[in-house]
């Protein structure tokens, strides 16, 4: 699986902004996929999941309330939709794909395949 990420930019705070990620091979729909994002001098956290048929979400904390994951297996496409952007969103979106479902998604380690990130910048 090949992950292709793409949708970030500059966007002032208190705006909103969807980043995509595209996924090409085969039986996209089994698999989980999370959103992980690396501010500057910081580790790469965990944002948000989906499962693979899209009806079940999990968001770390600090996005909860204004960030919605979801996805089209029709389009082998996952969507993040981020509102109310603060500036301490600031970061590296990377994708990633589970081949098989853990419990310990959110950390990194259970992810097989990753994206190469798009930047997403929010002004004050």
């Known amino acids: 699986v090949q992950l292709q990420a793409s949708g970030g930019g500059l966007v002032q705070a208190g705006g909103s902004l969807r980043v995509s990620c595209a996924a090409s091979g085969r039986a996209f729909s089994t698999y989980s996929m999370g959103w992980f994002r690396q501010a500057p001098g910081k580790e790469r956290e965990f944002a948000a999941w989906?499962?693979?048929?899209?009806?079940?979400?999990s968001y770390a904390d600090s996005v909860k309330g204004r960030f919605t994951i979801s996805r089209d297996n029709a389009k082998n496409t996952v969507f993040l939709r981020m509102n109310n952007l603060k500036p301490e969103d600031t970061a590296v979106y990377f994708c990633?794909?589970?081949?098989?479902?853990?419990?310990?998604?959110?950390?990194?380690?259970?992810?097989?395949?990753w994206g190469q990130g798009t930047l997403v910048t929010v002004s004050s």
């Open positions: 989906i499962n693979g048929i899209g009806g079940t979400t």
């Open positions: 990633a794909a589970q081949r098989y479902y853990t419990a310990n998604f959110r950390s990194q380690a259970d992810y097989d395949y």
